[in-house]
């Protein structure tokens, strides 16, 4: 069975940087994507980014394209996710996912979900 645990959560300020990690347990991933979901009170949880752990193709949300990085370790089963340039309207739970098959944007398709990790953006 498949585990995920996160950490790199915290409090930062508009402009800064947080990288996210996600570690991974339980199986060989070479046919499934991990990604980054993120939630807010009261919103449904979106869509952040994603990749293809056979080949490292990744997908981006449009909010987050050109600050935020997604990239795997290989050896160590763990998915980064570097956000840089941070906004106050980043501010949410984020959560590592974890689906067999392709990435996709959806959560409803994903298989299973870390824990979370608080995000906060100050102005």
């Known amino acids: 069975q498949v585990q995920l645990v996160e950490s790199g959560g915290g409090l930062v300020q508009a402009g800064g940087s947080l990288r996210l990690s996600c570690a991974a347990s339980?199986?060989?991933?070479?046919?499934?994507?991990m990604g980054w979901f993120r939630q807010a009170p009261g919103k449904q949880r979106e869509f952040v980014a994603a990749?293809?752990?056979?080949?490292?193709?990744?997908l981006y949300a449009d909010s987050v394209k050109g600050r935020f990085t997604i990239s795997r370790d290989n050896a160590q089963n763990t998915v980064y996710l570097q956000m840089n340039s941070l906004k106050p309207e980043d501010t949410a739970v984020y959560y590592c996912?974890?689906?067999?098959?392709?990435?996709?944007?959806?959560?409803?398709?994903?298989?299973?979900w870390g824990q979370g990790t608080q995000v906060t953006v100050s102005s």
């Open positions: 996912g974890w689906k067999a098959g392709i990435p996709v944007t959806s959560y409803k398709l994903w298989n299973l």
């Open positions: 339980g199986r060989t991933f070479n046919n499934d994507a």
């Open positions: 990749i293809y752990w056979s080949g490292g193709s990744t």
